[in-house]
């Protein structure tokens, strides 16, 4: 089985794009875990409330095959956090999928991962694209290689799908 981390700002994720990601996945057979900065209750823009499974500091690279970053205003966090780019960096560099949706999209462009690559991300966000090299496409989910972006809560669904067929080698 196929394992995924998706990776949550503790407060301001935006709702949809965890869990209907996650469904998403988890209804092609990839597991899931979700991590974040703290332990207990995370609380989503919408007012989701999920328990992290585990603490964003403790996330290995070698225990998953997709490392994915959700978006919503609290994703911001981890646009220049040094951790986030290393687990990044390590999975782009071992053909590991790495993905973000919305604002969180800005995440892998900062963390240089994009550069030269075809990418999305929440409209108000492209600047953050282009000026770190990507090739920003407005598309609702873009796939190039093992990187896969979106732009936003509607394209959660597909966004997850997206995913789950990069992990299998589609």
Same mark, same amino acid.
């Given at each position: ?46 007012g989701a409330r ?17 490392? +994915?970053?959700?978006? #919503? &205003?609290? !994703?911001? @966090? ?5 951790? %986030?780019?290393? /687990?990044?960096? =390590? ?17 892998l462009a900062r ?34 290689g093992k990187i +896969?972006?979106?732009? #936003? &809560?509607? !394209?959660? @669904? ?5 995913? %789950?067929?990069? /992990?299998?080698? =589609?």
């Amino acid at each position: 089985m196929k394992n995924a981390v998706m990776v949550i700002s503790h407060e301001g994720f935006r709702d949809e794009e965890l869990l209907d990601t996650k469904k998403s996945l988890e209804e092609n057979g990839i597991g899931v875990k979700i991590a974040s900065t703290e332990a207990g209750q995370a609380t989503g823009k919408l007012g989701a409330r999920v328990g992290p499974d585990m603490l964003f500091s403790d996330i290995k690279m070698r225990d998953f095959d997709a490392i +994915i970053f959700v978006g #919503g &205003p609290g !994703s911001t @966090r981890y646009w220049d956090d040094p951790l %986030a780019h290393k /687990l990044l960096k =390590e999975a782009a560099a071992s053909g590991k999928v790495s993905a973000g949706i919305c604002a969180a999209s800005a995440t892998l462009a900062r963390a240089g991962i994009l550069k030269g690559k075809a990418a999305t991300v929440f409209p108000g966000d492209a600047q953050e694209l282009i000026k770190n090299g990507a090739q920003y496409t407005a598309k609702p989910v873009e796939r190039d290689g093992k990187i +896969i972006t979106a732009d #936003g &809560p509607a !394209s959660a @669904r597909a966004f997850g799908e997206e995913i %789950a067929r990069a /992990l299998k080698g =589609e």
